[in-house]
């Protein structure tokens, strides 16, 4: 079965850009997409199609896709941005979540 | 902007089926923009897709669980329901009722606010 790969965490200091990866065989053939989940709370969407941002989404919040890895991009992090980041794609008509990173603003 | 809550019991026992709720607000569970889904997350854990229907009625499933999981629609009540049966303690999460793109990133744009439901005797 297909397998999506973040690493467990990341660290960032205020103002500083940060970069979470999300590997899987592929994947460049494939969208993705990416979900901030903050504590209790439910996940939004941040980016669909590789790139695309939803409204209302700062436009510090970027994506790219290729090869065997997307990668979710925060320019300018904010206190604000620390949660947890899943990425998502489709394959096989199935629906796969990365197992998510821990963003941690410092 | 379409408006999902979830609804059911908080506690399940061992072996016993799991029935959840998703009332539809805002949207059709009769239209073609979306697909309707379900989600859940283990306390502390990552998100599982479990699968969704569509408004044809048509059915895609995780097939990790597709032996117990049965999704369906009633349009006249706008909501559209999930049954997870003989369900074990790995069964206790966050379930979260979802809406999925049409598109061919199946991307999920709208998120009900979840409900725990808990596995125990």
């Known amino acids: 079965s297909y397998e999506l790969t973040q690493p467990p965490s990341v660290s960032v200091s205020p103002g500083q850009t940060a970069s979470i990866t999300c590997s899987g065989d592929k994947l460049g053939d494939k969208y993705a997409s990416w979900y901030q989940q903050k504590p209790g709370q439910s996940p939004v969407l941040v980016i669909y199609?590789?790139?695309k941002r939803p409204s209302g989404i700062p436009e510090r919040f970027s994506g790219s896709n290729s090869g065997s890895t997307a990668t979710l991009t925060i320019s300018g992090t904010q206190a604000m941005d620390e949660a947890d980041y899943y990425c998502?794609?489709?394959?096989?008509?199935?629906?796969?979540f990365g197992g998510g990173t821990k963003m941690t603003v410092l | 902007q379409v408006q999902l809550q979830e609804s059911g019991p908080g506690l399940v026992k061992p072996s016993e089926t799991l029935s959840l709720t998703c009332t539809v607000s805002g949207g059709s569970v009769s239209s073609g923009s979306y697909y309707w889904s379900w989600i859940r997350q283990p306390p502390g854990k990552g998100l599982e897709w479990i699968g969704y229907i569509s408004y044809s009625r048509s059915t895609i499933y995780n097939p990790s669980l597709k032996s117990r999981v049965t999704i369906s629609v009633d349009a006249s009540k706008n909501q559209f329901t999930l049954k997870l049966s003989s369900v074990t303690a790995a069964d206790t999460a966050v379930y979260y009722c979802a809406t999925q793109g049409a598109g061919s990133s199946r991307q999920v744009v709208n998120w009900g606010q979840g409900t725990l439901v808990t596995v125990s005797s």
């Open positions: 199609q590789d790139n």
């Open positions: 998502q794609t489709w394959d096989t008509s199935t629906v796969i």
